[in-house]
């Protein structure tokens, strides 16, 4: 097999603080790939730049001029992590066989890389990188994370468990992943739906080496919420069931009182009359709310945006000048 040139994507939010660290780090990883010749010299680190406010862009450009595998995308606003590295997926896949995502906070095991590559070697499209345990995660993440995939499977949504967006993918696994339109992207739940030969490579993950978490609470709920609207009709069948439900008490209920009046001791039932509007109403705008949802994704579907939109490629451009040199 002809040696592949590998591709590392890494989306990067305000991280400035960890940048150059990351850069080194997964720079000696290519080193020594290339020194083991698992990869080919034309093997590259993409740093996705998601609308940064503080000075990542420019210390990529800078780290660019010096260092020959680093190679940047500027993203033109915030897009979110998931679509900037879908960005980063989409650019590096033309010049990639394969393609591994990671975030730019070295929380995931850069060692590993070389396993992924390994399995790439075997045969496997799709290597997924799977964490042994949280101990490093907050209780509080570890608790959310945990209770997010035991709903996402309750509900019928095939996910890797603890497994976050540190993978490999192959050139036709990628193309496939393009093919995948919709806007709500997801791609933790999108990428089992590919198919392929795919393997689970395990590590320890550990602290940010730097900076904050971009996730805060808000964006967290967020990203799960979307993740089960964007593959699960299940919330829907769910209300659907409660009102059913309700249906089948209240006509009991309606049984019950008439023959209460038939008997002829009926008593204004006010209580019961205030608390069934009460609980139909709420039941109601709770339905209501949920199919709202879903209709809003089917809005912003069938608008059909762009997922994000490249401000600056210096990836493009190193790789043209490269071929044109070759
Ligand atoms: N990120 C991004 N855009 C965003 C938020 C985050 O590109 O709007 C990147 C961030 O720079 C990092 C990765 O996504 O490389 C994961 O973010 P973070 O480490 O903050 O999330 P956590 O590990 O806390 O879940
Ligand atoms: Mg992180």
Redesign the pocket.
């Known amino acids: 097999m002809k040696k592949p040139v590998l591709t590392i994507v890494?989306?990067?939010?305000?991280?400035e603080d960890?940048f150059q660290e990351t850069a080194r780090q997964l720079t000696a990883v290519l080193q020594n790939l290339q020194t083991e010749h698992l990869i080919a010299p034309e093997s590259k680190l993409l740093f996705?730049?998601?609308?940064?406010r503080d000075r990542t862009w420019s210390l990529i450009v800078e780290e660019s001029k010096k260092n020959p595998f680093v190679t940047g995308v500027k993203l033109s606003r915030?897009?979110?992590?998931q679509?900037?590295?879908l960005a980063g997926l989409e650019a590096a896949k033309e010049y990639s066989d394969c393609v591994i995502s990671?975030?730019?906070?070295l929380?995931d095991d850069v060692r590993v890389i070389r396993e992924f590559v390994v399995k790439y070697w075997e045969g496997f499209d799709i290597v997924y990188g799977v964490r042994r345990s949280r101990e490093t995660d907050t209780f509080f993440?570890r608790a959310t994370a945990q209770g997010f995939y035991r709903l996402m499977k309750k509900i019928g949504i095939h996910l890797v468990y603890n497994h976050?967006?540190f993978r490999l993918m192959s050139k036709r696994a990628l193309e496939e992943l393009s093919r995948y339109g919709e806007a709500n992207v997801f791609l933790r739940g999108i990428v089992p739906l590919l198919g392929f030969r795919s393997t689970e490579v395990f590590y320890d993950r550990k602290e940010?080496f730097a900076?904050?978490?971009?996730?805060p609470l808000k964006?967290?709920l967020a990203f799960a919420f979307d993740g089960m609207t964007s593959f699960s009709v299940a919330p829907i069948r769910f209300i659907t069931l409660i009102g059913f439900l309700s249906f089948l008490l209240s006509s009991v209920a309606g049984i019950y009182a008439l023959i209460v009046k038939l008997l002829g001791h009926a008593q204004s039932g006010w209580t019961s009359l205030m608390i069934s509007i009460w609980l139909i109403g709420g039941l109601l705008l709770m339905s209501m709310g949920l199919i709202g949802e879903y209709i809003g994704k089917i809005y912003q579907e069938v608008k059909r945006r762009p997922r994000f939109t490249i401000e600056e490629n210096l990836y493009n451009n190193t790789q043209q000048k490269e071929r044109v040199n070759v």
């Open positions: 890494v989306p990067c939010y305000n991280e960890v996705v730049d998601d609308g940064s915030n897009f979110g992590h679509r900037a590295l990671i975030d730019a906070d929380q993440k976050a967006d940010r900076g904050e978490s971009k996730y964006k967290m």
